[in-house]
């Protein structure tokens, strides 16, 4: 999708239009009711899950985020879900600064290279295994571990590379949720278990996933895998 001077009053009329609010708790309802059960079945194919948690970004990374998609058309902009491994003392920075790009203007330093390029590096929901790797995922004791789930726009500044994207610009990756488990035993060299893969995610329109969350009245909390997890990750 290519951004379009004008589209805010746009996205917004859109969203009035379906009687839903255009926020990011929308956005976040819509978002794990219609990839909740998906990402569940994808970690659960390499990794003993534990639990599934609301990620308590901050105003100002909700902020972010919904700006930069009040950049597009929501009737011709997708989003799709994504797993991030890091080391856990990352966790609370992400959370408050939301992903920020090495170099442009602040003190994030480049951990785990380039490869293409500098930019928010996440691993395809169908290839949580990448994110699981020790190389990325790391503070955590014995097989224990935690990965960020998260929402990845489709943009122009958001390139595919097999089992990856990268996000060349802030804004358009935010963190809506964490998953807790330990590593399968039988794991290959690269985290991959033996559980078999799920099928393949496709992307939804940000107006579809908000019509979406317009038809639910459920506390957010229950639309995670599982139903019983009221907890917020902070």
Not at 43 to 55: G, I, K, N, T
Not at 99 to 122: C, M
Not at 183 to 197: A, C, M, N, P, V
Not at 200 to 221: K, Q, R
Request: hydrophobic share 40%.
């Amino acid at each position: 999708s290519q951004a379009r001077p004008g589209v805010t009053s746009t996205a917004a009329s859109a969203m009035q239009a379906i009687g839903a609010a255009f926020d990011f708790p929308t956005l976040q309802r819509g978002f794990w009711l219609h990839f909740g059960s998906a990402i569940d079945a994808h970690a659960a194919s390499c990794m003993r899950v534990e639990c599934f948690e609301l990620a308590g970004v901050s105003e100002l990374a909700q902020l972010t985020f919904m700006s930069r998609i009040m950049e597009y058309d929501p009737s011709d902009l997708k989003v799709s879900p994504a797993f991030h491994g890091t080391d856990i003392s990352n966790f609370s920075k992400i959370f408050e600064q939301g992903f920020r790009i090495p170099g442009e203007g602040n003190d994030v330093e480049i951990v785990n290279g380039t490869t293409h390029g500098a930019g928010t590096y996440v691993a395809n929901v169908d290839a949580a295994w990448l994110a699981m790797q020790p190389r990325f995922c790391r503070g955590f004791g014995g097989d224990s571990l935690q990965l960020l789930v998260c929402a990845v726009l489709h943009t122009e500044f958001v390139s595919h590379h097999k089992d990856a994207k990268v996000a060349s610009q802030e804004g358009h990756v935010v963190p809506v949720g964490v998953v807790t488990g330990s590593r399968y035993k039988d794991t290959d060299s690269q985290g991959r278990g033996s559980r078999g893969i799920p099928h393949m995610v496709e992307p939804i329109l940000v107006w579809d996933m908000v019509s979406l969350a317009a038809t639910s009245t459920a506390d957010i909390s229950a639309l995670l895998p599982g139903g019983i997890h009221k907890q917020t990750y902070h």
